[in-house]
């Protein structure tokens, strides 16, 4: 095999999800492809890695200074959302239920990963709050794992002194279209202690 | 978003087996790792765009003239093996029950999406069987679909007066490891048809 090829496949199978053999298939339809998308992926790539960083208030990612939900003067800087990864963004933004600023902390404190709070955004999260006048409510956008509990919890009491106003987390219950004997005991104990009023 | 970081999720998405999700999943790997995988992957495929090119024998993928499978003298050049694309040597390979050469036809003859027999390597499999000059099998190592077999029918045709050894094909039959009730019917009642004495 050339050398080429071989580097290619290697590079596809140390992405996440990806194994040797479908590293194979994507690294020789990228050879026989007709619409130059290898050449596209490849500076895509390079550009990408060059130019984009995180921005300098949300830590989201931009090739500016400051990304472009945060230049966008028509978002509600009264209610900002702390979440994982600029994934998290993506995702949020697809729901359409959420029109304010986003702070990305691209992890979460843990312990066993070696992962300590000064190692994710905060310090940046503290001064973007003190970037917002006018915020009412912090909304603590991060996943389900204990991890990520554990660190919702960790920035409550931080904010604690920095922030006065309301303090909110996702709601944990049932995802939609699930059936309930489907669902793990934590979720489902989690939809019925937290139970709403109809 | 950063412009090529879009690109970068586009060119993902179009590819075999990725869908827009992972085509993010897979972008954000990159931007975040700490292994340069992103500058390794982008001039790997620079470097294969440019340099790879089809063996002047076999069609296989090289990055010189002639491939390392036809350039290996202690190949068995009294057997060649006539396989759909690169993946197949590979695959082929993997098995190591296989000494001799390929020749890779780079597709099948298909009216549907219009693949005539001059678009596939037919050219040069007439021509790499004349370089072989003790070529006593020609091994028809194409694929169960109603196309790879036509196109070995017309294959056959086309050796005789080009060809007078063996012309043999792939055995047909139940896959290792399976269980009867999980094959199709046409799997299955070929494995019948063509059962072997134990």
Request: hydrophobic share 35%; net charge negative.
């Given at each position: ?12 199978a140390?992405?996440p ?60 800087t ?41 190692d ?14 006018d ?45 309930l ?18």
């Amino acid at each position: 095999m050339p050398e080429s090829v071989s580097a290619a496949i290697e590079a596809f199978a140390a992405l996440p999800g990806i194994g040797s053999r479908s590293a194979e298939r994507l690294t020789f339809r990228l050879l026989t492809d007709q619409n130059n998308l290898a050449v596209r992926l490849s500076s895509a790539l390079t550009e990408m890695k060059n130019n984009v960083k995180e921005c300098d208030q949300c830590c989201f990612l931009t090739d500016e200074n400051t990304c472009e939900i945060c230049m966008d003067t028509r978002r509600d800087t009264t209610k900002l959302c702390i979440v994982e990864s600029p994934l998290d963004v993506l995702a949020l933004e697809r729901t359409h239920e959420f029109r304010g600023r986003y702070h990305v902390l691209h992890g979460v404190i843990s312990p066993l990963r070696k992962v300590r709070p000064e190692d994710i955004r905060l310090t940046e999260l503290y001064a973007h709050i003190e970037q917002l006048p006018d915020l009412n409510e912090v909304i603590l956008g991060l996943g389900g794992s204990t991890e990520s509990e554990a660190t919702a919890l960790y920035i409550m009491e931080q904010l604690r002194g920095r922030f006065s106003g309301h303090v909110t987390r996702l709601a944990r219950g049932i995802p939609s279209g699930s059936e309930l004997d489907f669902l793990d005991a934590g979720t489902l104990g989690r939809a019925m202690t937290e139970r709403r009023e109809w």
